[in-house]
């Protein structure tokens, strides 16, 4: 036996004793995040060496103990200790940090032909589908048997892929090729929550039915999807703004899938339209925020004054009768509340025709439908005022409902959703963020309950809202932009969709949020995908991974911190750390002071050879900018 072995069995036995003593002490176990680094340099080439080191730390406790080890998003593993366990474990040699598990919230149809998406023509033809592209889902698992996920059609997947189907029936196929569940103690890939035409699928369910996302669990799946093979991650989870990036599970493994050329789209929360109130802040992350589309399910209020008030339903009746009936307000109750729903049975053993939902204040105009089985149309808050000072005016006020049914062309879309959480980001105010705005409001979605509450149908949509929605739209356009650029690195592709994203809606007006008003980069980011523009961006801001040492550095995180992000050895006082605001980043978040501010960018261009690029400068009320050089001429593609 070696020197080494010795020391190395010593050390287990004093730490199996601290263990048995612990567990006499305090038997309470907890799941931690442990990272682990090897203090004397060693590289471990081989899985099942690593795996072994890890299991090291646990001593005689063994698999029980053992959540998940992880070989891609971060150097270290996942158990369960209790409290003195883990004061026992900082003390052996490898260790570096150790934290309590959290659990992370969770956060079509007309939506391809808004976003300009046609087929047969176009960028969706141009970009050949998104064929051959892997995009992996992190979210509530799947409903597999779901003609959405038909594969009629598809080619098999790429050689690459080396992920698996988890069922204990037979379910995938060429369009969904993979499928697993990270849900400790839960064994089945299903969906339980209902959370490119020619992309791969590849599911890995993180979330319990009862919306229970463990951070173990998340960096377990992140952890496969990058070994499995994956193009494309996209993430409808994550924590309120301000968690720090050395600790956030979600920036942790996007970080290793960009380290392995994947790009990460992830869902900015929905905590809007308050700010400060983001998730997924990481500068190597696209954070989503959601909009609306210009289809209208039209359900018009007639009042007995012969005023109309456009809302919008779900459900709606043919031939509900035009006949004014006496028009009752009962008190507060919104869409966004529970009550909504409970309520329509009261309203209709009463004798009550319909029921008028109005929005609360906060939000705004922003009509997220409820699904009720019962007549009902939602309207904004200021059209509510106009209804209850309509009320308020005659003894006896009258109303009706008009449904219309589908109304497509609103040239105000698209509108910032009032729910979608907003900038600025608090954990790196110099990123703005959220990155971009996408289709999240009422869009038809594959689901595997009907509205009845029945799981036994195989044609089962349902509209939805959130940024969990506008997520995968953003991840579906990075999948083409992948297919038609392969050698675009993350960093280009996110670039790409921010720097041809529009500021104005449909009619060419800035976009407005859910007040009807102007909105602001906090609301909106860089603006509304614009798929076919990201196709040709001419210019890029690309960002090396070496590049996010010294802003990481700027950030003052302690050189610890550093590595548990890069997962290599960094000594910021030998790096010329800078400011946020100097990252390569496609926009830009300037505190304004008296002094005058300088902030450099390099540009590469992806555009025709022979190029040139002219300056255009649109700055904010009261503030001068002036960008040097004012042209850039190019003879050569990629070259910055």
Same mark, same amino acid.
């Given at each position: 036996m070696s020197l080494y072995s010795i020391l190395t069995f010593l050390a287990l036995l004093i730490l199996h004793s601290s263990f048995t003593l612990a567990n006499e002490e305090n038997d309470h176990l907890q799941t931690y995040i442990v990272h682990a680094e090897p203090s004397d340099g060693r590289v471990f080439t081989n899985p099942e060496e690593l795996e072994s080191w890890y299991h090291s730390f646990l001593g005689t406790m063994g698999q029980?103990?053992?959540?998940?080890?992880?070989?891609?998003?971060?150097?270290?593993?996942?158990?369960?200790?209790?409290?003195?366990?883990?004061?026992?474990?900082?003390?052996?040699?490898?260790?570096?940090?150790?934290?309590?598990?959290?659990?992370?919230?969770?956060?079509?149809?007309?939506?391809?032909?808004?976003?300009?998406?046609?087929?047969?023509?176009?960028?969706?033809?141009?970009?050949?589908?998104?064929?051959?592209?892997?995009?992996?889902?992190?979210?509530?698992?799947?409903?597999?048997?779901?003609?959405?996920?038909?594969d009629e059609g598809m080619p098999p997947p790429p050689a690459k892929w080396k992920g698996k189907c988890e069922f204990n029936f037979t379910a995938c196929n060429n369009k969904l090729i993979g499928a697993r569940y990270f849900t400790y103690g839960n064994g089945t890939p299903m969906d339980e929550d209902g959370h490119a035409p020619l992309a791969h699928l590849a599911v890995y369910k993180v979330c319990s039915g009862s919306r229970r996302c463990s951070e173990s669990d998340v960096l377990a799946a992140m952890d496969a999807a990058i070994e499995d093979g994956v193009d494309v991650l996209s993430i409808s989870l994550g924590w309120p703004s301000g968690i720090p990036f050395?600790?956030?599970?979600?920036?942790?493994?996007?970080?290793?899938?960009?380290?392995?050329? /994947?790009?990460?789209?992830?869902?900015?929360?929905?905590?809007?339209? @308050?700010?400060?109130?983001? +998730?997924? &802040?990481? =500068?190597? %992350?696209?954070?989503?925020?959601?909009?609306?589309?210009?289809?209208?399910?039209?359900?018009?209020?007639?009042?007995?004054?012969?005023?109309?008030?456009?809302?919008?339903?779900?459900?709606?009746?043919?031939n509900f009768s035009q006949v004014l009936l006496p028009l009752v307000y009962p008190g507060k109750?919104?869409?966004?509340?529970?009550?909504?729903?409970?309520?329509?049975?009261?309203?209709?053993?009463?004798?009550?025709?319909?029921?008028?939902?109005?929005?609360?204040?906060?939000?705004?105009?922003?009509?997220?439908?409820?699904?009720?089985?019962?007549?009902?149309?939602?309207?904004?808050?200021?059209?509510?005022?106009?209804?209850?000072?309509?009320?308020?005016?005659?003894?006896?006020?009258?109303?009706?409902?008009?449904?219309?049914?589908?109304? /497509?062309?609103?040239?105000?879309?698209?509108?910032?959703?009032?729910? @979608?959480?907003?900038?600025? +980001?608090? &954990?790196? =105010?110099? %990123?703005?963020?959220?990155?971009?705005?996408?289709?999240?409001?009422?869009?038809?979605?594959?689901?595997?309950?009907?509205?009845?509450?029945?799981?036994?149908?195989?044609?089962?949509?349902?509209?939805?809202?959130?940024?969990?929605?506008?997520?995968?739209?953003l991840s579906g356009v990075a999948a083409l932009l992948k297919s038609a650029h392969p050698d675009w690195s993350p960093a280009t592709i996110k670039s790409a969709i921010m720097t041809t994203a529009d500021v104005v809606n449909l009619a060419h007006n800035p976009i407005e949020d859910q007040t009807l008003q102007p909105a602001d980069v906090f609301a909106t980011g860089a603006g509304h995908v614009n798929p076919s523009r990201a196709n040709d961006p001419g210019l890029v801001y690309d960002i090396k991974l070496e590049d996010y040492i010294p802003y990481l550095c700027g950030l003052q995180y302690a050189n610890r911190e550093v590595a548990i992000i890069t997962q290599q050895k960094v000594n910021c006082s030998e790096i010329s750390t800078i400011s946020e605001s100097q990252l390569n980043y496609p926009s830009f978040s300037i505190i304004f002071g008296s002094q005058v501010q300088t902030y450099t960018r390099t540009v590469t261009n992806v555009g025709e050879a022979n190029s040139s690029y002219v300056v255009k400068i649109s700055p904010p009320p009261g503030v001068h900018v002036a960008v040097k050089p004012d042209k850039l001429d190019f003879k050569n593609q990629n070259r910055s």
């Open positions: 029980p103990r053992m959540v998940y080890t992880y070989k891609n998003v971060i150097k270290g593993f996942a158990a369960r200790l209790s409290l003195n366990e883990l004061e026992a474990l900082r003390e052996y040699e490898g260790f570096v940090h150790a934290r309590p598990q959290r659990n992370l919230p969770l956060h079509t149809t007309h939506s391809p032909d808004f976003l300009g998406l046609h087929q047969d023509f176009g960028f969706w033809r141009d970009s050949n589908y998104g064929k051959g592209v892997i995009i992996g889902v992190i979210d509530t698992g799947i409903f597999p048997n779901h003609p959405s996920f038909s050395k600790f956030d599970a979600i920036a942790l493994g996007a970080y290793a899938a960009v380290r392995n050329g /994947i790009f990460v789209s992830c869902s900015a929360m929905n905590r809007g339209p @308050s700010y400060g109130t983001l +998730s997924n &802040e990481a =500068p190597w %992350i696209l954070t989503v925020g959601a909009s609306t589309t210009d289809r209208r399910l039209r359900a018009t209020v007639v009042l007995g004054n012969k005023e109309e008030i456009d809302g919008e339903a779900i459900i709606q009746p043919k109750i919104a869409a966004n509340n529970p009550n909504a729903r409970f309520c329509a049975p009261e309203v209709d053993e009463a004798g009550g025709a319909a029921i008028i939902l109005v929005n609360q204040e906060a939000d705004g105009d922003t009509k997220n439908l409820p699904t009720i089985l019962f007549p009902t149309t939602l309207v904004g808050y200021a059209d509510g005022l106009k209804i209850k000072a309509y009320i308020n005016s005659t003894s006896t006020p009258m109303a009706t409902l008009s449904y219309k049914g589908t109304v /497509i062309g609103d040239d105000r879309a698209p509108i910032v959703a009032s729910f @979608s959480s907003r900038g600025p +980001s608090l &954990e790196s =105010p110099g %990123i703005l963020k959220p990155d971009i705005i996408g289709p999240g409001v009422n869009i038809l979605a594959a689901s595997p309950v009907s509205i009845e509450g029945n799981r036994n149908t195989r044609m089962t949509f349902l509209l939805g809202s959130g940024t969990s929605i506008s997520c995968p739209h």
